[in-house]
């Protein structure tokens, strides 16, 4: 599989895709638990679904499990796109474009995914990304998002910078995750209705949520390849100290949003 980056020294590569290059191939803060969940709010059975970002294709065949009427990718870079049609075979489509700009039609889907994805962008492209998802469904449409979420509601400000200082420095890229009030005040602004909000723990590189997500022989193997690279055991340890440093204020949000019809 040719991941993405795959030049970047792993001092420098992102997180995820560093994960990716270690062998981990659930790469979402909520892990597998929170993602089918959210699926299955989302409603995918014999519907046209249309899914941002799809990363390395995990989560397109689990929408595929549930047998939607129709499956598009839209993937920005070029391996990942290669990486979900070799997941995907001939189930589905995989288009390349940016999240924001994804050249579907409007009115053109029934649910639209996406998943630690929007964590990653500023504010303003935030707001662009949600706002194609609303022109891409159609009325009724639901939006399905899994991303990341600072607790408690009221927060303050102080800690909130502080969480996002420590995640960039340790993911290597700009995370701004938002509280669920924040989360929820941007998909409305944009027209949606929230339809329903869930929750998990973020514990991605925790030993019982490795394994859950991994399964065993996938976790050993994330592990093995993590203790023989020096550069790549230094970047895991810390994030996940980070991870637990702030795990008071870091979760992972779950959000299906509706497009009034």
């Known amino acids: 599989m040719n991941l993405p980056m795959p030049d970047r020294k792993t001092a420098d590569l992102p997180g995820h895709w560093l ?24 409603r995918l059975t014999g519907v046209d679904v249309v899914e941002l970002a799809p990363g390395l294709g995990r989560t397109a065949t689990d929408i595929l499990a549930r047998n939607p009427g129709s499956y598009t990718g839209v993937e920005a870079d070029t391996n990942a796109a290669g990486a979900v049609r070799s997941a995907i075979g001939s189930r589905g489509r995989v288009v390349t474009g ?8 409007a009115d053109s889907a029934d649910v639209v995914i996406g998943e630690a994805m ?10 662009d990304i949600i706002r194609e998802a609303f022109r891409v469904l159609r009325p009724g449409g639901r939006y399905a998002i899994h991303e990341m979420v600072l607790q408690p509601h009221d927060v303050p400000d102080a800690v909130k910078d502080e969480v996002r200082t420590a995640l960039a420095r340790s ?9 669920a009030g924040e989360w929820t005040e941007l998909l409305t602004e944009a027209g949606f ?11 991605l590189l925790e030993p019982r949520r490795l394994v859950a997500d991994e399964g065993l022989p996938g976790a050993l193997r994330f592990v093995f390849n993590v203790l023989r690279d020096s550069d790549a055991r230094a970047r895991v340890r810390s994030m ?15 959000v299906i949003a509706v497009k009034p019809a």
Request: no cysteine.
């Open 19 to 42: 994960f990716a290059r270690l062998g981990k191939r659930v790469l979402r803060p909520g892990g597998l638990e929170l993602t089918h969940r959210m699926l299955a709010d989302a």
């Open 171 to 179: 993911i290597k890229v700009n995370a701004r995750p938002l509280t």
């Open 193 to 203: 209705a929230v339809e329903k909000i869930g929750y998990a723990p973020m514990a």
């Open 240 to 254: 996940r100290a980070t991870f637990r440093r702030h795990r008071d204020n870091m979760a992972a949000i779950e």
């Open 98 to 105: 940016e999240a924001s700009q994804t050249g579907l039609d």
């Open 118 to 127: 929007l964590t990653m962008q500023t504010n303003a492209h935030k707001a």
